[in-house]
């Protein structure tokens, strides 16, 4: 993907790997997913958190684990107040 090409040329381009962490969502490869998403989760400089913890909610979620997926709705929401997507 171009998510995964933009990752391979620059290792600290977290947008990209958060986007990339989406994509293998939507392809139901969730635990890649999440291994991308702890990389991203490090990135203290990251503005974008609230989209993080947003795809890791929905990663456990198209996993049916509601319990782990709801702490980081929550995250989201505490992040971005106005992430409708979250509620």
Known sequence: SH???AVDIDQNYTDA???L??????VANTKAARVQ??????DLTYTGQAK???????SYFKD??????????QKSIKLLKDNCISY
Do not use: K, M
């Open 3 to 5: 998510f995964q090409q």
């Open 17 to 19: 790997r958060n986007n």
């Open 21 to 26: 962490a989406r994509s293998l969502i939507e």
């Open 37 to 42: 998403l702890q990389i991203v989760a490090q």
């Open 52 to 58: 993080t913890h947003l795809n890791f909610g929905i």
């Open 64 to 73: 049916h684990n509601y319990l782990a997926a709801i702490p980081h709705f």
